[in-house]
């Protein structure tokens, strides 16, 4: 299974406060170590030097190496009739898409369907600029957003 980097502290905490797979946690303060000591999860201290090595964005000395997110069928929407879907189409920079799931989560949106095609993945940068956003989120990749609608229409969403 493919694994991501979330970054910064408060993606971080979110993450590890979640459901979400955490393989390992890097911080570059032993002082911060105390944060992460009520589950079994790796937690390493590097410098900031070895952080920096392994990404780009501002880490702000916390980095996490997580599964990358599991995507949900289409026929758990079905089943389970949320109040708010939310549907993305062409929203092809990860930053755009990590400000659209930090301000969905905000506004209590659960559930986001974007394309395969022509569309961000949900990578690290997605997942730093989202601010924790992601936790607790339903993603759907499909295939056609199009039958994806009318099937949903079909089931009585509107």
Known sequence: ??????????????????????????????????MFDNKKVLVEVKDNAFLNKLTNDNHQGFVALIEELAYRDIEYLIKNKPNIVLVLDKIQDPHNLGAI?????????????????????????????????????????VNSLSATITKLKKAGYW
């Not at 991501?4 to 979400?20: E, P, Q, R």
């Not at 659960?110 to 339903?138: D, Q, R």
């Open 101 to 141: 799931l930090r301000t969905a989560n905000a506004s209590g949106v659960k559930h986001i369907i974007f394309p395969k095609e022509h569309s961000a993945s949900i990578n690290s940068t997605s997942l730093k600029v989202s601010s924790g956003g992601f936790v607790g989120m339903n993603f759907y990749r």
């Open 1 to 34: 299974m493919k694994e991501l980097l979330v970054c910064g502290k408060n993606s971080v905490i979110d993450a590890y406060n979640s459901d979400i797979k955490i393989k390992k946690i890097l911080i570059s303060n032993k002082e911060n170590m105390k």
